[in-house]
């Protein structure tokens, strides 16, 4: 199968809002952008691993009907058309999920989508597939026994991040424009850094969830595209109320219209190294000052200051610890067994906390929660570096010599907005001297997630 284009341009390459647009003057159809994004799967997927599965014939039936919707002048929704995948921890009906794991998933019938997914199908979004995932999710990068090791587009001996590395990664090489995944410790924002595309973990509840995440109100579904504007416009589809979530809050105003505003007069919190809590390489922390430079160019009040509190590591670990636990339990005891090694050891530490554990964890949480609010009365947004490193060999859970034991001594700069709730997005700001990227990570007040979203817009300007 060869790649439609336009011109010497790949529809593959083009964004959602171009495909659109495309699609709106009859420039090409659904079909074709359909047709060239499944061509550069095939391309690609050797290579990078992103899908755990594909269903070449559901999407080009959808995209046929879509593409008489276009002809009859009468496009459903907001993403009429345009080819996604979602993570493989939501569920999509036709399908199983397998969430990066060989256990059995159950008999079926799949007919029952995530409400991300449900948003997707009734604006008539056009889906590829399920994207890879570490078992459960349970750490940072993706490599399971299911689906092998998801490398990263711009360098496949490294890593494409995770957990949510297929999306990532799919969505950099051009496997469609648009994805899904989830973020219970920077699971969307970390690939999103090692790759080089925006990844956006929302205000939690903004996205419902359902079913929900045996790791509790840490997680939540968040966009990963190309740039801030299709971000936008994929979170405005997937966000608003679900009665299966009752942790969802009500029905949010759209952000996408909010992206011309700008940043001029906002207030910006540079902390580049959390007060020198975290140590950076000077090429991320380079690439880093210079985007806030270009921030206080574009009218931004900046100031170097730190939000102040101790690395919460111990709190985070009870709860995803804790998670796992219950993830493993769940399971049939002669599967435990078999478990990533890694994941078998965090529910074994998980299991040994008590209940008064998981409450002080709760407290510490509260606390960083009340602080951050504090802080944002003060600064609009938070900039720091999305990752103190960039992507590193594929394959394993921590640097080679680094000395860390588990993920999160990587990522210290994602995890504790998850903890608050809080909104928080990763875009490139440019490569190391391998040519691998760097993201910087935008954090806002929860529910200002139109704040993220503008200043990772004006950046891309």
């Given amino acids: 199968m060869t790649e439609p284009t336009t011109g010497r341009t790949s529809l593959a390459d083009l964004t959602a809002r171009q495909l659109l647009a495309g699609y709106g003057k009859g420039d090409f159809s659904p079909l074709d952008a359909v047709r060239a994004v499944l061509a550069r799967i095939d391309e690609v997927e050797p290579r ?174 968040g966009p990963l595209a190309r740039d801030a504007a299709d971000t936008a416009l994929l979170l405005d589809v997937i966000a608003g109320a679900d009665w299966r979530d009752w942790s969802a809050g009500p029905a949010a105003g759209p952000v996408a219209p909010a992206l011309a505003d700008g940043v001029k007069g906002l207030r910006i919190a540079y902390s580049p190294s959390f007060g020198g809590q975290v140590a950076v390489h000077p090429e991320v922390a380079a690439a880093v000052r210079a985007a806030v430079t270009r921030l206080a160019g574009l009218g931004a009040y900046v100031e170097e200051a730190d939000p102040d509190f101790a690395d919460p590591v111990a709190a985070f670990h009870t709860l995803w610890f804790a998670g796992a636990a219950r993830v493993v339990a769940a399971l049939p005891t002669e599967r435990r067994a078999a478990l990533d090694p890694g994941l078998r050891e965090t529910a074994e530490q998980g299991e040994r906390y008590a209940a008064r554990d998981y409450l002080a964890a709760s407290e510490v949480r509260a606390v960083l929660g009340h602080r951050m609010a504090r802080f944002h009365l003060t600064h609009d947004l938070l900039v720091t570096p999305a990752l103190p490193i960039t992507a590193f060999e594929a394959g394993a859970e921590v640097p080679k010599g680094s000395g860390l034991r588990r993920w999160t001594g990587w990522t210290p700069f994602t995890y504790p907005f998850n903890l608050t709730g809080q909104p928080a997005l990763t875009v490139p700001v440019g490569t190391d001297r391998a040519g691998l990227p760097v993201g910087l990570q935008l954090v806002a007040a929860r529910h200002r997630d139109d704040l993220v979203l503008r200043a990772a817009h004006a950046l891309e300007g």
Wanted: aromatic share 6%; hydrophobic share 40%; glycine share 16%.
């Fill in 48 to 221: 990078i691993n992103a899908f755990v599965r594909v269903d070449a014939e559901q999407a080009v039936a959808q995209a046929e009907a879509s593409a008489a919707r276009w002809r009859a002048g009468e496009p459903r929704g907001l993403l009429d058309g345009v080819p996604v995948s979602v993570k493989d921890a939501l569920p999509v009906a036709g399908g199983p999920t397998l969430r990066g794991s060989l256990a059995p998933p159950g008999p079926g019938p799949w007919d029952v989508d995530a409400p991300a997914a449900a948003r997707l199908r009734e604006h008539g979004a056009v889906f590829l597939g399920k994207t890879t995932m570490p078992e459960f999710g349970w750490k940072g990068v993706t490599d399971s026994a299911l689906s092998g090791i998801t490398r990263n587009p711009h360098d496949p001996a490294r890593t494409a991040g995770g957990s949510s590395g297929g999306s990532a990664a799919a969505v950099a090489a051009g496997a469609g424009p648009l994805s899904i995944g989830t973020d219970g410790g920077g699971s969307v924002r970390i690939p999103a850094a090692f790759c080089g595309v925006v990844g956006l973990k929302p205000t939690h509840g903004r996205v419902p969830l359902f079913p929900p995440s045996p790791f509790g109100s840490i997680a939540t579904a």
